[in-house]
């Protein structure tokens, strides 16, 4: 099942450097993992923004939802997320 | 170039059902046409909606923006379209 | 799976008593009858709105997507869907 | 009667985690306290966030104000509360 | 048990003057028994808008739901409810 | 002349208990002597938050600014004023 | 006292070139004269928009709210009113 | 040309007392000035808000522009410019 | 002196098609003529939306007003307006 | 390719005023450069606040991320990207 992700990054204007860069970097490590095993299946930057529209896919809400909060950044991050489904358009059966 | 679409569709209630079925038919063909060329990457239905979001791969904006404003539902269509780029912590090249 | 789902919905002004009274009990019928299956797992009244918020039991997204857009109403209701999982602190195993 | 809520938690980032710690036992076990009392009938985690969807059960307006603000995260959440009543298609006597 | 109670009225442009008149004839007598009952306990006209603010005082969100639905304007009304309780810095017992 | 304010309190996460345990106790001192003056008339707590509706009930708008100001919480408030009137269907001629 | 307005005028797409004519010289008399009592204070246009932004000078917002009912435009304005005061830094008696 | 402002004030809440005395005053006096030159046209507080609506009549956008960013508050300032225009159905030659 | 103007076109569904053609082609000979006369600096489309940015170059406010409200699609657009000034860290002196 | 862009400024309250300064000063140096590489295409302040509305012009969306994301003020900035293509009724080919 595909869910559509919004994530807004905001670090606090206080963080040390180093905190901040381990933990990008964790959360890269992560996400590159992820998207190996197929559940973050997209992932985009929106330009001019800390920001990523991704695309997940995952068995069951509660997959998604572990996923995202294990995160590192999870603690800074604003998610939104919206359920997608097959468009009857597509000509992709394996795009949803 | 990858641009992240949103289209909400709202035809008028008193639209006859004919000229409806034909402007679906229509839209159809030319999505399932933009798909095969590459242009129309991704098209997915957000659920509980007559919704969807599409990622299109095009030379230009203006590229884009003639392609949506060819679709047959175009004048039924809220649009809102964001440019995405690729993102760091991506490992595919060719999802940008 | 749990979905949370609010659906307001606004019947055109001109509709005939008739047809309104004949999407309702159609949509009325079709609601007991998911009900009793059990993908319809509650269903409210907002207090003084004509808006329903109701949780969906389904196994994948595109099965909430194909039951809502069954809706007799469908084509007269704003629909909005939040996925819902498991809280830590919930005492009910059967309620996620 | 039933009451609606959505609870949007947001701890301060200076917060010690020894103090987080002990806020979020101290307000699992008030919830599941009156889970079992009946008083807080469904509790749902929102897909992704730090928040919930929460079904109360309460004899008046003041039972479920003095409920909320006896949360130990009260100070800490963002909370709306939408009265619910039984709808007309609903199935279950005992849902409203 | 209070609750505000915010109603915004919009008549359709092409209703006829006497349906409009007889309509808000009839909600004026409902709205005046119910006051005279001690159901509605407030009613407002907020300043340069076809809009009032209302205080109920009913025994159940039921019984709100009830009482707002059979206002002859309901079906030209957006209503937007708010449970209240007593504040204690109150003086009036009564008041709440 | 009646006026609706919603007031939304937020007190700093820094503040030390005692001081606002200070700033409430004279809050509450100052709104019950205004209640008891007839300026503030009526005072409900919003459910589940930190805010109020009141009536204010005042000679004049700049009356009600210095009375809104004088307010010993007013630093940590936001505050809207709504003017509101007589409504043609209220029974009550001392309610406006 | 001053009340600050805000009108948005929203003729509906058929009325009659005749009546929007009428109307609109029937808005002006009244308001021109409403200038000359004293009653409408300013009276701006917003550049682009067919909407203004008034300052009336009345004793009560009944006398407001009754001269905001009897502009012609009325049932045509979406209309927003902000109770104004004197400020502590204006150095004109007379313009509050 | 006339140019209808909106300021909301928000000085932090670790400012010393001194600091924000000296800032008010500074303000308060090049406000006075502005307006005995003819700039500031107006300038009236939001009832229950420390905020102000005020009308500038300058000679151009620039000159606006460098008077706000002037205001020793300005830092402290969210700032909304709406530019006006004389109206149709003003009477009043010398207010537009 | 430059305004950022943003305009959203809507025409009713029911619009016979000629008068469309006829308005459309009225406001690009208008528009055109505008930007030879150097009042209408810069127009650009909206990608997937009919909507335009616009800078204009002109006098006044009232000039702008006029020019805007002499528009043929003005009735049928929505506009905002944002005064501009100069940036200091902008190069060209003939871009304010 | 066109972008318009809208950046709002926002320095944390308490960064030392020789920090700011030296941000400004490169964010002016990388913005003229820009300017004059053709890359920035304008750049105006808008009235009243600490915000610019700016169009870019460049090969693609990625290479507009990079100019924005190595701005020194990036981190302090909010950002909106909106793109841009040639207008009909545009009379400069130079323009889009």
Redesign the interface.
């Known amino acids: 099942?595909?869910?559509?992700?919004r994530m807004n990054v905001s670090l606090?204007?206080g963080m040390p450097a180093d905190q901040a860069a381990q933990l990008k970097k964790a959360?890269?490590e992560l996400?590159?993992r992820l998207?190996?095993e197929g559940k973050w299946r997209?992932?985009?930057?929106?330009?001019?923004?800390y920001a990523?529209?991704s695309?997940f896919d995952v068995g069951?809400?509660?997959e998604?939802?572990t996923l995202?909060?294990s995160l590192p950044l999870f603690p800074y991050m604003q998610?939104?997320?919206?359920?997608?489904?097959?468009?009857?358009?597509?000509?992709?059966d394996n795009?949803?």
Chains 1, 2, 3, 4, 5, 6, 7, 8, 9, 10 share one sequence.
């Open positions: 099942m595909l869910f559509h992700v606090p204007a959360e890269k996400a590159q998207q190996q997209h992932l985009w930057r929106i330009a001019g923004q990523n529209i695309i069951s809400v509660d998604l939802h995202l909060t998610i939104d997320v919206m359920p997608l489904c097959r468009h009857p358009s597509s000509i992709r795009d949803s």
